[in-house]
């Protein structure tokens, strides 16, 4: 098949968090500092530490002594700074102040501190009649809702790289007064591990699964309550809930669900059925097998293959009690006819899910579905008789 792009694919943003790291230069002569008792920082307003640059030296973020950012209230002894630049100036900066360098830095680097399971970064542009214009930023500057860091601004381009919890990146930034380059919720979901969250993600999947493998509900029914702990346990909030909906798909399932009700209702399946066994009812029971087995795989390509094996069990049973033959190679010729639905995306519900996303077309589906449809037709009608004989 051709090489495509899907337009509903999110881009590849694994590496997201060294890309702005390595962009902005967060990486390079990042020294770690931590405030000494009696350092002259100590009662200064957190929100203002980015106004300490000296000369070459640019405030990065300030943190506690468990790596956490820190936005609002007062400097503390045993609080971190990240300062970048030039090793000297770093060094005469820490003895003015009052600081020593780091003696256990954590492992990951800067890149982990500034993106992990709590906080991340976010890259904005300052669009045309923004509010924002006219305002004066500095690195390390807090907002006022005290849950954003500024972290820096480029003045040729109007960018800003903003730090801040994910939950704030995805309140905040969700106004007209910036551009958002990459959604932080996309952001999360592939650069960064599992957090709190997977745990009830997996307790949700391990619940819905058990209840579908006893039968004690339907599967419509463990399936909203797997949803429905993922939603309440705050997982997911509902906006988040409505945009991971493939609606194509519930739209072009939901449509299809009628013809197949349509298809019993009518007679039409019963019509076909009535004709197919006119037809071969003579020529023995590999015929019979084969004939029910195009039948199934014409139907299944355009209805549901469940809609197709509730139409079709009941006439093959009856067409094996009038040849006489047993009806258990007949029904799994029926049940590996009915899986065959690889011809086309409609009949599978499978196959439609992943049409978008791939960037496939209706007619890519045949050019690998024919030769497996080839290879089902040759196992239903020669291996399963030697199975499970007439």
């Known amino acids: 098949m051709p090489t495509r792009t899907s337009k509903s694919l999110p881009p590849d943003l694994s590496k997201h968090a060294l890309t702005l790291v390595e962009q902005y230069r967060l990486s390079s002569d990042v020294h770690q500092f931590r405030v000494r008792e009696g350092s002259s920082l100590i009662g200064r307003a957190r929100a203002t530490m980015g106004q300490t640059d000296r000369g070459a030296l640019t405030f990065v973020t300030i943190e506690d002594g468990k790596g956490n950012p820190i936005r609002t209230g007062e400097v503390k002894e045993g609080d971190v700074l990240l300062i970048r630049g030039p090793a000297d100036q770093a060094a005469d900066l820490a003895g003015e102040l009052g600081l020593s360098f780091r003696d256990n830095p954590p492992e990951g680097g800067i890149t982990d501190q500034l993106f992990n399971r ?7 542009l300052i669009p045309p009649r923004s509010p924002l214009i006219g305002q004066t930023f500095f690195p390390g500057m807090v907002t006022e809702s005290g849950d954003l860091i500024v972290r820096t601004p480029l003045a040729a381009g109007d960018t800003l790289l903003l730090q801040g919890t994910w939950s704030a990146l995805d309140q905040r930034l969700d106004q007209a007064e910036v551009l958002v380059v990459n959604s932080p919720d996309l952001v999360r979901r592939q650069a960064v591990p599992m957090g709190s969250g997977a745990k009830t993600v997996l307790v949700a999947l391990a619940i819905m699964v058990g209840l579908l493998a006893t039968g004690l509900v339907p599967p419509a029914v463990a399936g909203l309550i797997a949803a429905g702990i993922i939603l309440i346990s705050g997982v997911l909030s509902t906006e988040q809930v409505y945009r991971s909906i493939g609606w194509t798909t519930v739209i072009l399932v939901a449509a299809l669900t009628p013809l ?22 003579d020529a023995g029971p590999y015929a019979l097998l084969a004939g029910l ?26 067409a094996a009690k ?16 009915c899986a065959g639905a690889f011809l086309t995306p409609v009949a599978t519900p499978t196959n439609l899910m992943v049409m978008e996303p791939g960037a496939y077309k209706f007619t890519d589906y045949w050019k690998l579905g024919l030769p497996m449809l080839i290879w089902f037709f040759i196992i239903a009608v020669f291996l399963v008789p030697m199975i499970w004989s007439f």
């Not at 197949?260 to 009812?281: I, K, P, R």
């Not at 299944?300 to 009856?318: E, F, K, R, W």
């Not at 006489?324 to 049940?335: A, E, F, R, T």
């Open 118 to 124: 709590d906080s991340g970064l976010a890259e904005v």
């Open 260 to 281: 197949s009700t349509a298809m019993q209702v009518t007679g039409a399946a019963q019509l076909l059925a009535d004709g197919l066994v006119n037809v071969v009812g």
């Open 293 to 318: 087995f195009v039948l199934a795989a014409i139907m299944g390509q355009v209805i549901s293959n469940t809609a197709t094996s509730l139409i079709i069990i009941p006439i093959a049973v009856v």
């Open 322 to 337: 009038q040849m006489g033959i047993s009806v258990q190679p007949v029904l799994m010729c029926v049940c590996i006819a």
